[in-house]
């Protein structure tokens, strides 16, 4: 009989119910909502919480964890999120909202959202395409980048700029953290979990509005493997769309520093 | 028993405040009454006006095509509704702002320099008081000094400093009697 | 007994707040502005939730993520924000949350103008927005109704969780009358167990969502909505009857509309004619029965109405061609002035008996040579 010790490496977060996600093989949402329940978890937070799922991809984000959450109509989620942390100042409340749904439709929302300086969490999946309705061309498209709407490549000519949405919310004095981090790789996700960490201590701390841009795959409507599709992130996206911290209020810098 | 007042001039003449001051009294006498302001198109034409309706039963239409009574604080508004005060009716007229009488003979009118009178107590703003003073002494749609006890009860703090003056006011134009 | 001289549009705000008000959400719009105003003064003053939001947008599903919670929140607006309103209102009746709207409605369509209208009834007692929902209508015609109706909006939301809405006009808003307001409530202190953020049994968690992806699932759901809104109409029915008695004809007519006609009721009843005025209160449920009681033996109907006849064809529908029906409307932020109903009740008792004869059109055509067609 081998002597050995069993050692738990890896389990689903107690934040996940146990259901197998409809993601993509290689899609990165499931990085996402991982970490964002494994934060919470190690917060204590998992029976304090609301989510917000959008329209989009994530639709179905509240089949997967297992707190209260509300589904909200195309790119209205901030204002439903306002109306939820409103009445309920002590719940942390996070909405999680890709391209289409927060750059596009609920733009105005999520804009308004900042400006008010909501103490909400925002997760933004930028993965540079509509990924629900068969990879369209959103907001944050890339130049020359074909999609299903933009059979040629993305013409900035006629179909504009993709849109820095980190940066344009981080212009707003109303926003206290305004991160952009990625999922290609293991550090980049380490990197990514801490920022989480730090944005729902903030709304913990009532240290006002947080938003953190994920970086994201989307094999499928990219038609890449998962592995090429994480090299084309870095390659394609990452200097269009930098990682950077583009707004830490001083409350959060000190916040950090006290650990 | 149902009276319909309309009170029309110009923005800043006090017509809308007039008729509060008239529709407080009315309810604090436990009449039924209404109280709205010119709205949608009759704003246009440069008359601000408020129709208020006093009634012992449920009123039904609070705005009035023929009204019991008009006060008019300027000219525009003598044109518009002497043609259409109720036969029987009253028409009060600020004298300082028009340039002629009513001719109809078929309702009570009285000319008031209202203005002028005003200037004599010492602010020309309560004008139009002395012209709600002139309506309700002549046409009695409610018990004496209802008037007065509404200024007393409901102006609000900041110009409570003006209550004394408006109840002279009141007075002086509850001298002019109809014929 | 106090009574207060106050507009409409503070009265139902005051009302809200009185009856247990959590959350407000709202953007400025004419003529509903002082309904916003004064609760941005008084709900922060009493610690609670005022948001001006981005848009109609916002403010609903604002109004909608409070809903979620269980606590009494509340939108108001005019036509046009009421339009950009639809998506939510059927996004939080699909999520059949508890919410109520107050429409203060002004004349269109499009941009119109900021005069009272009745314009909106079809958009709100027919549904504005997608999908199968019904929401309760709510018809105040003074101001006092409009806070009697103001606090059972709030009860009847939370009884059927669904939306209640309150449909005034613009000239309900700004009028005063002397109200009795109702005496503050206490704020429930625990949501219900279906809210998020409740306390809910152990290891159960709730989801609030309009989806029902698999079409069998969404046809059950509108079953039950159906057959819940099937007992509304049997329990909900609210209408005031004037001088129905002996009445041979009765003039129909919901709101201001209804409370003008009151003037030209009273006044033919001066003149000796036999009619009467059925005013309904909750124009959504419709007070079907209470209409179809009154048909038999009448000689004639006449629907008074500040639009084009929106009801008028759902009182059509049940008069059913036994009686002849009558039409007056003013339109486009127009109100009618008794001496007008006064005209069309002298026409319809002089008419011909003839139960097929077409409202609308003779109505109509009555309105081209009264106001022309800008041609």
């Known amino acids: 009989m081998l002597d050995t010790e069993v050692k738990l490496i890896y389990e689903r977060p107690h934040g996940f119910t146990d259901v197998t996600t409809h993601y993509c093989p290689g899609c990165t949402h499931g990085v996402a909502h991982r970490l964002i329940a494994e934060v919470l978890e190690e917060m204590g937070e998992l029976d304090n919480t609301i989510g917000v799922a959008p329209v989009g991809c994530s639709v179905f984000a509240y089949n997967y964890f297992d707190f209260d959450f509300v589904e909200a109509a195309h790119g209205r989620a901030p204002a439903m999120a306002t109306g939820i942390k409103r009445t309920l100042p002590n719940k942390t409340v996070f909405t999680y909202q890709g391209d289409g749904d927060l750059a596009s439709m609920g733009m105005g929302e999520i804009v308004a959202a900042a400006a008010r300086g909501e103490q909400i969490t925002v997760f933004f999946i930028n993965n540079t395409n509509y990924g629900m309705t068969g990879g369209q061309m959103a907001p944050t498209t890339l130049p020359g980048q074909k999609t299903s709407s933009s059979p040629l490549g993305r013409d900035v000519e006629t179909q504009g700029y993709p849109i820095r949405t980190a940066e344009l919310i981080s212009s707003l004095d109303g926003a206290s953290y305004v991160v952009r981090r990625s999922l290609h790789d293991a550090r980049n996700i380490r990197n990514a979990k801490k920022a989480i960490r730090t944005a729902f201590e903030v709304q913990k701390r009532g240290l006002g509005f947080s938003f953190i841009e994920l970086l994201s795959t989307c094999p499928t409507n990219w038609g890449l493997t998962p592995v090429k599709a994480r090299e084309w992130l870095k390659e394609y996206m990452i200097p269009q769309y930098p990682i950077a911290d583009f707004k830490v209020s001083s409350a959060i810098e000190e916040m950090v520093k006290g650990g | ?179 | 007994m106090a009574l207060e001289l106050i507009k409409g549009n503070v009265a139902v705000a005051e009302t809200a707040l009185r009856v247990g008000l959590v959350s407000y959400f709202g953007y400025p719009i004419t003529p509903q502005t002082e309904l916003l105003e004064h609760l941005s003064a008084r709900m922060p003053e009493l610690g609670r939730a005022f948001v001006q939001a981005e848009s109609e947008l916002g403010a609903i599903n604002m109004v909608y993520g409070a809903a979620c919670t269980g606590f009494r929140t509340m939108t108001s607006s005019s036509s046009p924000g009421v339009s950009l309103m639809q998506e939510g209102l059927s996004y939080i009746s699909g999520t059949e949350l508890p919410a109520v709207i107050v429409n203060v409605v002004r004349g269109g369509p499009g941009l119109g103008n900021i005069a009272p209208s009745q314009a909106d009834y079809t958009q709100m007692v027919h549904g504005g927005g997608h999908g199968e929902y019904h929401l309760i209508v709510l018809a105040p015609s003074s101001v006092q109704e409009a806070v009697d109706l103001t606090a059972l909006a709030f009860d009847l939301a939370e009884k059927y969780r669904m939306v209640v809405c309150i449909l005034m006009d613009g000239y309900l808003g700004q009028m005063m009358e002397p109200v009795e307001l109702p005496p503050f409530a206490p704020l429930r202190s625990e949501a219900p167990d279906w809210a998020v953020g409740a306390k809910h049994p152990e290891g159960e968690r709730v989801v609030l969502t309009s989806i029902n992806i698999n079409p069998p699932m969404q046809e059950i759901f509108n079953v039950k909505m159906m057959s819940r809104w099937q007992q509304i109409e049997k329990d909900e029915v609210r209408y005031k009857g004037y001088y129905l008695d002996d009445a041979e004809y009765v003039v129909v007519g919901f709101g201001t509309a209804g409370r003008i006609a009151l003037s030209s009721v009273r006044a033919a009843r001066a003149k000796g004619i036999k009619v009467g005025l059925l005013r309904p209160i909750t124009v959504s449920p419709f007070p079907v029965e209470a209409l179809d009681n009154l048909v038999s033996g009448k000689k004639g109907f006449l629907v008074v109405e500040m639009n084009n006849g929106q009801m008028l064809d759902d009182v059509s529908a049940i008069v059913a061609k036994r009686v002849p029906i009558h039409f007056y409307g003013r339109m486009g932020g127009m109100v009618p002035y008794p001496d007008e109903i006064d005209a069309a009740i002298d026409e319809m008792i002089h008419s011909d008996h003839d139960v097929n004869r077409d409202a609308r059109g003779v109505w109509l055509a009555k309105m081209r040579e009264l106001v022309g067609t800008g041609a």
């Open chain 2, 1 to 179: 028993m149902q009276s319909e007042v309309i009170i029309s001039g110009f923005g800043g003449q006090g017509t809308l405040y007039a008729g509060q001051v008239y529709a407080y009294a009315a309810m604090d006498e436990g009449k039924h009454v209404t109280w709205i302001p010119s709205y949608g198109p009759e704003m246009r034409g440069g008359t601000a006006n408020c129709t208020v309706v006093i009634s012992d039963e449920e009123i039904g239409s609070p705005g009035a095509l023929h009204p019991r009574a008009v006060i008019a604080l300027n000219l525009p508004s003598l044109d518009k509704y002497e043609p259409l005060v109720a036969p029987g009716g009253f028409l009060i007229v600020n004298e300082s702002m028009v340039n002629h009488e009513p001719t109809r003979t078929d309702i009570h009118w009285l000319m008031i320099p209202a203005n002028k009178i005003a200037q004599e107590l010492g602010n020309e703003r309560a004008a139009n008081m002395i012209l709600l003073g002139a309506l309700e002494g002549n046409m009695k749609a409610l018990p004496e000094d209802a008037l007065e006890r509404a200024l007393v009860v409901h102006t609000a703090e900041r110009l409570r400093k003006f209550v004394d003056l408006n109840i002279e006011a009141l007075h002086r134009g509850a001298e002019y009697k109809v014929d």
